[in-house]
């Protein structure tokens, strides 16, 4: 950690923050709002000595998931689970070197697929089969269920 610091503020984003994600709207763009919301932040507040990074944990592996509305692509990635544990360590040592730090597969994979194709194209692609997802439909069928 740089000795010069004399604060930082750190924020738990998501790998979220990245992609859209169905079923998990407002969950994403709160993640990334918080994420512009840190590297707009940072370059205002350097010259005072304070820090800012934005973490994005894979999902981690925690009871978080456990009262949530099962979501089959979210069980999946929950498989490639960062430990809690973990995470001080990395967080702690990112202090001062970076605004933005990826932990995690989930993560890594998500920026990496940001940064390769292009996110219009690909969601125009696949808008047209959302629908027929099975989690498109057990999403459907939960809000049937409430009315």
């Known amino acids: 950690m740089d000795a010069n610091l004399k604060g930082c503020f750190v924020y738990t984003s998501s790998a979220s923050a990245v992609l859209p994600s169905p079923f998990a709207v407002t969950y994403a763009s709160t993640k990334a709002f918080l994420s512009m919301f840190a590297i707009s932040l940072a370059p205002e507040v350097k010259w005072l000595g304070i820090d800012v990074l934005a973490v994005h944990p894979s999902p981690v592996a925690?009871?978080?998931?456990?009262?949530?509305?099962?979501?089959?692509?979210?069980?999946?990635?929950?498989?490639?689970?960062?430990g809690p544990d973990a995470l001080?360590?990395?967080i702690f040592a990112s202090i001062g070197r970076t605004i933005w730090k990826d932990v995690g597969p989930v993560a890594l994979g998500f920026r990496l697929l940001e940064k390769l194709v292009d996110l219009?194209?690909?969601f125009t692609i696949a808008a047209p089969f959302i629908h027929l997802m099975?989690?498109?439909?057990?999403?459907l069928?939960?809000?049937g269920s409430r009315s």
């Open 62 to 82: 925690s009871r978080f998931y456990d009262g949530a509305t099962k979501i089959g692509i979210m069980e999946a990635f929950r498989k490639l689970a960062v």
């Open 88 to 90: 001080p360590d990395i």
């Open 120 to 122: 219009n194209a690909l």
């Open 134 to 139: 099975p989690d498109f439909k057990q999403q």
């Open 141 to 143: 069928a939960a809000l």
